[in-house]
Structure formats: C-alpha cells, structure tokens
C-alpha cells in the first residue's frame, strides 16, 4: 500500500487552475520531497491531502483512506507543519503541548505520557514554561514538529519546515526527520533548499500547477531535458559576470545559462570543446578565470525543466 | 457517527490560556465597560436643565442698567429664571447684541420683551414676548419652547382669572419607576445592553480572526477538532465573560449610581441567555467574513452604531420613520433594552418580558446555526 497516492488532482480557484491533475506516488517510509517555485501550486496539494481544500477533480489515498470521503479517519493518521511557525506564542511550550494532545483526543494519563515523551525526545525540557512565542526559530521549529507528532502520525506534511531558520537548526531538524523515517513514518516535505532536496528519497517537482518531474535526485540530474544528446555542461567563473553572460549570449555561445553566485552555468553544444570555448569567450573580449566542466546539479536541472515548459507555455 | 463537536475542550481550555496572558483582553472585557459605564452614568443628563439664555428688555424706560424694565416685564421674567429650564446669563440692551448672543452660540435662548409690553398689558390688549431658540440642538429647542410657551401660558390664566381662584384643571403628573426622573435611571439598563454587545461580539469575532491571521485554525483543521467543536469551544468562554460582565454592570448600576433594582436578578440572568447566543454568533458571522482584526472592528463599528441609534436606547423607537420602526425590530438590542428596563426600573418579570426573551432566543439559536454553517464553509 501506498503512503500517499494521488490520480489527476486538480483544484481550481473560479478560472484559475492552481493545480492541473496531478499523479504522484509516495512510497510508505520515504521522505519525499516536493519542490516547485513559490506560487506553483505546493501548498495547495498539502492543503487538498490534509483535507483543509476541497479537491476540484481527481482522486487522493492516503494509506489506502479516500480523502474525500474518509477524512475524518485520514486526520487521526496525518500530521501537519505549516509554512508559518503556527503554535500559539502566548501559551507556554507545555500548554501548547497539552492543547494539542487534547486536541488529538489524548486524556489523562496517556496525555501525560506523551507529553513526557515529547519533551524528552526533543530535548525541551529547560523550555517547558517558557512562551512559544519567545523560542528561538529552532526550538519553535522542533516544539512544531513534537506537537504534530504527539497523535503518532504516520504520514507527515511539512510545508517548507526550515524556512528562516539557521543552518545548524536545519541540519539538525533533518537529522530528526531521517530518525522518524527509519521508524516506518512517510515525510511529505516542501521545501526551496537544494541541499534538502538532495537529501530526499524521491522527488516531484511541480511548476505553475504542472507536475513536471518526478524521480529519484540523481534521475532527475540524469534526464534528457537537462541533459540534451550533444551537448555538455560548463561552469565559467569571471570577475564581471553579468557583462560577460551578455556577451557570450550576444555571441550565442551557450544553449541556456544561469548565474550561479559567482560563476555561470551553461549549456554548450558538444561542438564547442573547452578549449573553444575558453578561447572564443577571450576572442570576444570576455574576462574569465577558470572554466570547468560541471556535472549538473539539481537546481540545474530544475532551472532547464523550469525554463523548458515557460517556452512550451508561451508557444501554446 | 463522530462526535460533532469533538476537541470542544480542547479550544475551551486553550482559549481561556489566551485571556489569561492577554491583559488587554481582561482590560477589555471588564475594566472599560464599567469605565463607560461610570462615565456615561455621571456625564449624561437627558433632562434639559440651566439652558444658556440671554434677555433683552425693551419695555420701560431704557435705562442703562440691569434692572431695566417694567414690573410686568420683571414678573414674567422672573418666572423664566426660576423655571430651572433657564438660566439667564446676560441682559442685552438691543437687538444687535442680543442676535450676536444667539450667533456666537453663547446663548442657546434668547428672549425679547418689546417697548410696548406693559402698555399693551395695562390697556387689556394682548401683549407678545420673542423666544428665540437655536435649533441646531432640537430637544434643547422643543423644550424650550414648551417651557416658555407654558410660562406664558400660565401667566395668562394668572391675569385673567380672579386673583385667589385655582385654575380650572390642574395636572397632576406621576412619573412612575423612575420619580425623580433621574437619567441614569433611564440611561444605564440600556447602555449595559449594549455593552454586553460590544464585548462579546468583539472578543468572539477578533479570537477567530487572530487565528486566521496567525496561520493557526489551519492547523487546526487538521486535527480531529471538527469546526462545530472548534466554534463552540471559542465562544464558550465569551459567553462566561458575557455573564460575568453583566453581574459586575449591575453591582455597579446598583451600588454605585443606586439604581433600584425591581424586578429578579435571576430572571434577567436568564431573558439575558438569549441575547448572548445571538451576540456570539454574531462574532462568529463577523469572523467568517473578515480575515483580519482590522476588517472584523469595521463589521463590528456598523454592528454597534445600528444597536446604539436603532434600538431605542438613545433615541425614542416610536419617532423613527416607518422604515427604521420596522427594521430595529430585527436589532437585537431593541429586545434587550426593553428586558433590562423593564426588569430592573419596572420590577417586570418573565409573564410581561417573556416574549422578548423568547424573540431573543430564537434569534440567537437561528443565528448560531446560521454561523456554524457559515463557519463549516469557511473551514471546508
């Protein structure tokens, strides 16, 4: 059985198409990782599986449970960690705590153990009287995390779950996540951090309502449209890099090219070796420092998935 | 079947954290509307008293002092100044200053006596006296003019009959329930009704709208919590508020400004649950429409003003027009203000105020199922 499966999911807001029927397959323990630009239509198919959206069209399972007609039964199994830091930062971290394992039905004894349990596994135990509100975003992050795990979910929605926190806070909350998975639980994450996405199991991509990727990190870096038969990959560091993108795409040299901090990742026709390249990119009166050939990574690979469908888009 | 208001607690219990560590919710709900209420009780006479008059006396010789003027002329003024309606502030000495008393705004009255006031008298033909009154305020200006009308009135009968003989018909007027006609008698069983009003469709409104805008009833829905658990469990602890605030506005109204008390406590503690259960859901109705506190405070605003103006609580029902007669019989407030009246100045009870206790309910049942459907819709 599937963790998580959807067929054409599709929602509609009035003319506007958020989500264009959608299929995906989740894998029961995997930490699938959903990317896409902001606006493409991420939050709205977490908010369709968890059952905040009614869906326009299209059908999703969740651990075999039809979405649409077994809800209530889907909302005891599934956990959910919004966008925005959502615990309520007036009431202390045990009161948040309590509300929630209340809120999942947890009384007594069982509320008692569990809340022990929570603190404990998250190392909150010198915060427990302190407000939510005056966490760190790490802490608030990990009291989140406890407080969606305190019903034993085995499936777990996390809509981009490190945005604004540190990067030791990351690395930690992903360490976490690893641990929770091993113990059979299904992550459902969104997230714009190309280290995080390297880091999942599986991934989708969805642009502008359009799944337009699905696979493993290194099939997608392996695909066809990011690697074109006859072509190669360069990356070009130079001193003035925007001056020299716009000469060489004056000289139509690359096939696609994107600024990568201080360098340029471009897509040049096999024809043109490095050395070629080196020497026309100097003939033209480009200053470069060095010249490498890149494996793509995945943020390549999603910047050519990307720019391929907005000319597909704009051609139709 | 699941339960349809499973995680009721839960909010309960949540929501009664929130007002705990909110002081301006604590300020909010008790502390300002006892302020309103001490203020409005002392600050506010209805009764049209002292009315800023200034006095030209043309009759008599035109001597340049304060006493000018006949004795015909005095007697009639005198009675003016004692009529309490009045208080003669400035005698003028000509038609000029006395419109730039009027046209300044010093004076709200101002009273002519012609040159020919007391001839007029003497020879039995009939003599005039001007009030001018500024209309810009009209129940200082009706009064006024019924005041002085009266005086003149009663001057007349006093010339024309007999010295020593009463006049023919005498009224005998008997305020009842309120005999000293004291305003605040009048005034404040009103205002804690829309006090009431004001706090719980408030504070039920912005808890909801806080959490929309926080990103949290998301979360919410998520959990087991259904939205008709959710909803009770936010306006519970309102309607508690609400109870509570009307015990300590009317120890206030008892023991501070001394008004009696006719009627049952007990009986306008229970015509007052109905009127609580449509001010809650109002808040909820609110909340599902506004998605931040500031668009709930405008839905809120239109809410009170209609109660304040409509209702009979400032303004008499009865001189409203057809239209506006009919419509504040859909205005809650209208229901409650006869209940607090009627209960605490009339000593009235459940066989005279049952109906509008029942109107009450009724609408407030009808409006709670109206918001847990609206508020089903908004959380899906």
């Not at chain 1, 795409?249 to 201080?262: D, H, N, P, V, Y």
């Not at chain 2, 069983?189 to 808890?207: D, H, K, N, Q």
Request: glycine share 8%; net charge neutral.
């Amino acid at each position: 059985m599937l963790a998580i499966e959807t067929r054409n999911l599709t929602r509609r807001f009035g003319d506007f198409v958020a989500v264009n029927q959608t299929s995906i397959k989740v894998e029961k323990g995997e930490v699938f990782g959903f990317l896409g630009p902001n606006g493409s239509g991420k939050t709205t198919v977490i908010k369709m599986l968890t059952g905040i959206l009614p869906i326009t069209e299209g059908e999703a399972w969740i651990e075999g449970l039809d979405v649409r007609t077994q809800g209530d039964t889907v909302r005891e199994r599934i956990g959910y960690m919004s966008q925005k830091f959502s615990l309520y930062d007036d009431l202390t971290v045990l009161e948040n705590l309590r509300f929630y394992g209340r809120a999942y039905q947890l009384k007594g004894k069982a509320l008692h153990q569990k809340i022990e349990e929570t603190i404990a596994a998250n190392k909150l135990e010198k915060y427990v009287d302190r407000l939510a509100g005056r966490l760190s975003g790490g802490w608030k992050q990990r009291l989140a995390l406890g407080c969606a795990l305190m019903h034993e979910p085995t499936v777990l929605f996390l809509d981009e779950p490190t945005a604004g926190i540190d990067p030791v806070a990351r690395r930690q909350l992903w360490d976490l996540l690893f641990q929770l998975s091993g113990k059979g639980i299904t992550f459902f994450v969104t997230t714009h951090y190309m280290d995080e996405a390297e880091r999942c199991s599986h991934l989708a991509y969805i642009y502008y309502g359009e799944l337009i990727a699905d696979g493993t990190p290194d099939s997608l870096r392996s695909l066809p449209e990011v690697n074109p038969p006859g072509t190669h990959r360069f990356e070009i560091s130079a001193p003035a890099i925007t001056t020299a993108l716009r000469k060489a795409q004056e000289m139509s040299l690359f096939k696609s090219a994107t600024i990568f901090g201080r360098s340029i990742h471009a897509l040049v026709d096999d024809s043109i070796g490095q050395q070629e390249l080196d020497h026309e990119m100097r003939r033209c009166g480009i200053e470069i420092e060095e010249i490498r050939p890149l494996i793509p990574t995945l943020e390549d690979a999603f910047v050519e998935l990307s720019q391929r469908r907005q000319m597909q888009m704009e051609a139709a | 079947m699941k339960n349809p208001i499973q995680g009721m607690g839960a909010i309960f219990y949540k929501e009664v954290r929130h007002m705990r560590r909110d002081p301006m919710a604590f300020l909010f709900a008790f502390v300002m509307p006892v302020l309103q209420l001490v203020i409005l009780g002392a600050a506010i006479d209805t009764n049209i008293r002292q009315v800023r008059t200034a006095v030209y006396d043309a009759s008599g010789s035109s001597m340049m002092t304060d006493v000018s003027g006949s004795s015909e002329s005095r007697a009639f003024l005198d009675r003016l100044r004692n009529s309490d309606t009045f208080r003669v502030y400035k005698y003028v000495h000509s038609d000029a200053e006395l419109n730039e008393e009027m046209i300044s705004g010093r004076a709200s009255v101002a009273v002519k006596i012609p040159i020919d006031f007391d001839r007029n008298l003497l020879k039995g033909n009939q003599a005039q006296v001007l009030v001018m009154v500024d209309g810009s305020d009209s129940n200082v200006a009706g009064q006024a003019v019924n005041v002085s009308s009266s005086i003149g009135l009663d001057e007349s009968l006093r010339r024309m009959l007999n010295p020593g003989r009463k006049n023919p018909i005498e009224v005998r007027p008997n305020v009842m329930f309120n005999p000293a006609s004291r305003s605040p008698n009048f005034l404040l069983p009103g205002m804690m009704a829309i006090l009431l009003l004001l706090v719980t469709v408030m504070l039920t409104a912005f808890s909801i709208v806080r959490e929309k805008e926080r990103g949290t009833i998301e979360q919410l829905l998520v959990t087991p919590v259904r939205p008709l658990g959710l909803m009770l469990g936010k306006i519970l602890p309102y309607f508690v508020t609400g109870i509570v605030e009307l015990a300590i506005l009317l120890g206030f109204m008892r023991f501070v400004f001394q008004i009696p008390m006719h009627g049952n406590v007990l009986v306008l503690g229970l015509l007052t649950t109905g009127y609580l259960f449509v001010n809650l859901a109002i808040g909820v109705l609110v909340s599902s429409k506004a998605n931040s506190q500031a668009e709930a405070l405008q839905f809120c605003l239109v809410v009170m003003l209609l109660s304040i103006f409509l209702s009979g609580f400032m303004f008499p029902r009865e001189t409203m027009p057809l239209w506006a007669y009919a419509f504040s019989y859909i205005v809650p407030a209208t229901y409650m203000i006869k209940i607090t009246r009627g209960v605490i100045l009339r000593g009235a009870g459940l066989e005279q105020l049952w109906l509008n206790g029942a109107i009450l309910l009724a609408m407030g049942v009808g409006l709670l199922l109206a918001a847990a459907h609206r508020f089903k819709k908004m959380t899906v």
